[in-house]
């Protein structure tokens, strides 16, 4: 039986078409995957039926019945719960209080909290999960304050969970325990829905999947079995995708850019313990390793951004020292890690952004004030050329999905022609299409003779696009081969810290 | 020894004096900082407070309808605040700011109007000494209790509930959501709106409730200027405070306390100009040092929809 039915659900947003007359339907008992590049309308569509947008169009039907979701508290009362990507939970409440508000057990005029502490311990005990009902949240890791949100949904008799992204934030272990607790949701009569647009996940645990585009539902009854990641994704994308794009590098020139005695202490301790690399020109040096092992301190030395103990930093045999402008106009360029705290001020315009920290360039002022017009030119040029897609270079960057944004970021440093690239976690939360574009892109650059460093916590990324390859552990090199020399597994092993020597090698065999 | 016992017994007395308008004013700064209003319009609610309240009494002959004119009036102005911030999104540094211009403008100007007088009103009829019979005859507690007006009792009543609709009633953990995080109280229903216009009219009643205690309980009258900066004072212990009423009530007899030190003070060696500065200093340090730990609600100033 069909649990719930959309039928030519449409929605606008001023410039926007986000949903053009979408059916969705959802059975009972069945993990659905909506898949959908960012800004595809998966969000919007779920966000319709959980009551928080009206739809211009179209009818929901939820257990045969006719309904008008006119809040979020019309979704709950009739048991559709969501679990937002940002979690909805007050950090400063303990678990109890998160679960059990807007819906509070009473006893006279006041809360009962021996009820409600019974009720919840006895959720969080069908679940065998480890988390204390008077612990704040705070003090909760993120997947646990995942499993606080699924417990909401429960306390709610939530009979459909719509879960936005719920990987995004995990590591691959917290990962697979999730699946299981959806895996046993479904068991217990649950239909779930979960949006995403990470395609290996979707296969794992989807019973079928939803495929969104541009506002258009464009498939609703994949068997993930039949399915292979190409055809999602072409199907995801609209076109042929290359996906993790191979193109070793032809001319590799003389050194570029030259790091000696890097040594960073932070609050005492050593985050870098001397560390000396170079990069030729046309060639993109990855780094390994696994986050929080001196990455962060890497970049800052190498952007300026902090002061190293000692560190000796060559671009084309001229020494670099110091603020973080000398290094910018030098020519390095740098991609941050984060783009929404380092890369972007999220409230101005995404033309504004397009000029932070290059507005000193004559090239955008006229007579030593900035020009309207020359920025105005730059700035659509970047459009054209990054393919940033947004109606106009005027609307606030945070308006933008994650991808554009990034778009943004990468347009600024690569249109000043930068000498050297730092790029760092280039495509984290972008979509598939977005991610095969800066990776070509970045390619693109490395072919002009630029020195690219690639710093990603995807290990896939900096083998297929990593020349040659150093692996970060505990602000040490602990080692550098060709792409190819090792493996996914032997890498693995050196970002732990583990040596791979024969033994180990053989017991790789053996596993094999 | 005598001496000291007198000494004793005026601190106390002063302490509770100078406390009881400020519990009032900063238990009203919490509510409106727990809905995730900032409580800047504290002094300009305040100032509305004292002034109808002694022209509710002026009119009416009844110090209690004074009270009633003090409190409709400090909701009044809470609602500019709560409109300009709730409905329009206005910044709430400036809504509350505008509060407390309009009100430091009003009340002088009808003041003129009705009483063509610059700055002082009348006297009205106002409340007195609580007559507590067979309780004056406890030994120190007694003759403390007997200095107290009925506002006294009404203030540490108003604590009390207080205390337990903000932390143990379902009405009381909403608001508290509603100010830590709009979004997610939205999302499970919560009606956001509702409860941050409830917050910031607890707010504005218990701060022209204060007012009124100024006007016609430590005096009989209206001064222009006579909340001086009390409700700025309140916004800072409501936050010393954690945003709890008791809480609230404690920093307030602390500050309270350095306030009635001035009488001890004064006339003594060191210029009472310098003394009665005492609980403004006071504040500074306390924003300047104590408010470290302090956190307000997360969602402060932020809107559920947005």
Redesign the interface.
């Known amino acids: 039986m069909d649990m719930l039915q959309m039928k030519n659900i449409s929605k606008s947003f001023p410039g926007t078409k986000a949903l053009d007359s979408v059916d969705f339907y959802l059975k009972e008992r069945e993990i659905l995957s909506l898949l959908g590049e960012n800004g595809a309308g998966k969000t919007t569509l779920m966000k319709v039926l959980?009551g928080?947008l009206h739809p211009d169009t179209g009818e929901i039907y939820y257990k045969g019945e006719q309904v008008h979701l006119k809040?979020?508290?019309d979704a709950?009362?009739k048991g559709i719960c969501?679990v937002?990507q940002h979690f909805?939970?007050?950090?400063?409440?303990t678990v109890m209080?998160n679960i059990?508000?807007?819906?509070?057990p009473?006893s006279g005029?006041?809360?009962d909290e021996k009820k409600a502490r019974e009720e919840v311990k006895a959720l969080i005990n069908r679940f065998n999960f480890n988390i204390n009902p008077d612990t704040r949240v705070e003090k909760l890791s993120v997947g646990e304050q995942q499993r606080v949100e699924i417990l909401?949904a429960l306390y709610?008799k939530a009979d459909v969970i719509i879960l936005d992204e719920p990987t995004a934030v995990l590591t691959p272990h917290e990962v697979d325990s999730l699946f299981v607790i959806l895996r046993k949701l479904k068991e217990e009569g649950k239909s779930i829905v979960i949006i995403t647009h990470k395609l290996r996940e979707t296969m794992a645990i989807a019973d079928r999947i939803n495929v969104l585009r541009d506002g258009k539902m464009i498939e609703t009854d994949i068997d993930p079995k039949k399915a292979t990641i190409h055809s999602l994704s072409e199907m995801m994308v609209g076109r042929q995708v290359a996906l993790g794009i191979k193109r070793p590098a032809k001319n590799i020139g003389d050194v570029a850019f030259k790091v000696e005695h890097l040594k960073v202490i932070e609050d005492g301790v050593a985050k870098i313990k001397g560390i000396d690399f170079s990069i030729r020109k046309g060639e993109i040096l990855g780094i390994a390793g696994i986050e929080g092992n001196g990455q962060t301190q890497l970049l800052e030395s190498l952007t300026g951004l902090n002061n190293p103990e000692s560190m000796k930093l060559t671009l084309k045999g001229k020494e670099i020292k110091g603020s973080a402008d000398v290094f910018l106009r030098s020519g390095i360029g740098h991609i941050p890690e984060d783009r929404l705290t380092m890369g972007l001020a999220t409230e101005m315009t995404i033309k504004d952004n397009l000029i932070l920290g290059y507005h000193k360039s004559p090239s955008l002022q006229r007579n030593g004030i900035l020009s309207k017009k020359k920025i105005r030119d730059y700035s659509n040029r970047c459009k054209e050329d990054f393919n940033i897609k947004t109606p106009t270079i005027d609307v606030k960057a945070k308006s933008l999905s994650g991808g554009n944004q990034q778009k943004i970021v990468i347009a600024r440093t690569f249109s000043h022609d930068p000498e050297v690239i730092i790029a760092a976690h280039p495509t984290r939360g972008v979509d598939v299409g977005a991610m095969e574009y800066i990776h070509s892109k970045l390619l693109d650059l490395r072919d002009e003779g630029k020195a690219v460093l690639l710093i990603s916590a995807d290990l896939d990324e900096v083998r297929s696009l990593s020349d040659r390859i150093l692996v970060l552990y505990e602000g040490r090199i602990v080692s550098e081969s060709m792409p190819g020399e090792l493996s996914e597994v032997q890498l693995g092993l050196l970002m732990t810290g583990n040596r791979i020597d024969e033994e180990v090698e053989d017991e790789i065999r053996e596993i094999d | 020894m005598g001496d000291w016992a007198n000494i004793l017994y005026v601190v106390v007395v002063s302490t509770i004096r100078m406390s009881v308008p400020m519990i009032l004013a900063s238990v009203g700064a919490a509510f409106s900082v727990r809905s995730g209003i900032m409580a800047l319009g504290c002094e300009g609610m305040m100032i509305a407070g004292a002034f109808f309240a002694v022209m509710g009494s002026f009119f009416t002959g009844s110090p209690w309808m004074g009270i009633l004119f003090g409190i409709v009036f400090g909701i009044i102005f809470s609602l500019l605040h709560g409109v300009l911030n709730i409905r329009y999104k206005v910044n709430q540094t400036l809504s509350g700011m505008s509060v407390n211009l309009l009100a430091a403008a009003v009340a002088p100007l009808i003041l003129q109007i009705v009483w063509k007088s610059k700055g002082i009103s009348p006297k009205v009829a106002s409340f007195k000494k609580l007559n507590i019979g067979i309780l004056e005859e406890i030994p120190i507690i007694g003759s403390i209790l007997a200095e107290q007006n009925i506002l006294f009792y009404i203030t540490l009543i108003l604590v009390v509930v207080g205390y337990?609709y903000m932390f143990?009633?379902?009405q009381g953990?909403?608001m508290?959501?509603v100010g830590?995080?709009p979004?997610?109280?939205?999302?499970?229903?919560?009606n956001v709106v509702g409860y941050k216009y409830l917050g910031v009219m607890l707010s504005g009643a218990f701060n022209g409730l204060a007012g009124a205690y100024l006007s016609l309980a430590q005096l009989d009258m209206y001064i222009d200027g006579m909340t001086a900066g009390r409700g700025y004072i309140a916004m800072v212990i409501s936050t010393f405070g954690k945003n709890s009423p008791v809480g609230a009530m404690l920093g307030s007899l602390f500050f309270g306390f350095f306030d009635a030190l001035q009488t001890i003070f004064q006339g003594g060696v060191i210029p009472s100009q310098i003394v009665r500065t005492l609980p403004y200093v006071l504040t500074m340090l306390v924003v300047v040092f104590g408010l470290k730990s302090a956190?307000n609600?997360?969602g402060m100033g932020k809107h559920h929809d947005e």
């Open positions: 959980y928080m809040s979020p508290l709950i009362n969501m937002h909805m939970l007050v950090p400063a409440f209080d059990i508000v807007g819906n509070e009473k005029l006041f809360v909401k709610r | 337990y143990k009633t379902p953990l909403r508290r959501m830590e995080n979004v997610a109280a939205n999302t499970v229903g919560i956190r609600p997360a």
